[in-house]
Nanobody, 125 residues
Framework: QVQLVESGGGSVQAGGSLRLSCRAS????????MGWFRQAPGKEREWVAG????????SYADSVKGRFTIGQDYPKNTLWLQMNLLRPEDTAMYYC??????????????????WGQGTQVTVSS
């Protein structure tokens, strides 16, 4: 298992940008995919974006496509999420997660094994 620590959350106005980071505690050579999820109060955890560690193939939820970009710094064991054109409905706790069995990033939270503690993103109108 790997410990994941997110950072970069905060409060912004609609239309603004934030960049989230997720740092792994050790080498993630055996992690096949990583993803970002979010959870707003009273709602289920929602998949946001995923990336294949070895191929760098990315995928996005329709709600963030064209506004968010997921990326990785493989040597530094770091995952990031660039969020542009933020909307009030993007307000949520954001989590990064690691999956060991899926080369194609899964969209189901149950397929991820390791999770960070989350970082809060608040977008005001």
């Amino acid at each position: 298992q790997v410990q994941l620590v997110e950072s970069g959350g905060g409060s912004v106005q609609a239309g603004g940008s934030l960049r989230l980071s997720c740092r792994a505690s050790k080498n993630t050579y055996n992690v096949y995919s990583m993803g970002w999820f979010r959870q707003a109060p009273g709602k289920e955890r929602e998949w946001v974006a995923g990336i294949s560690r070895s191929r760098g193939v990315t995928s996005y939820a329709d709600s963030v496509k064209g506004r968010f970009t997921i990326g990785q710094d493989y040597p530094k064991n770091t995952l990031w999420l660039q969020m542009n054109l933020l909307r009030p409905e993007d307000t949520a706790m954001y989590y990064c997660a690691a999956a060991y069995e899926y080369i194609t990033p899964p969209r189901d939270a149950g397929d991820y094994t390791d999770w960070g503690q989350g970082t809060q993103v608040t977008v005001s109108s």
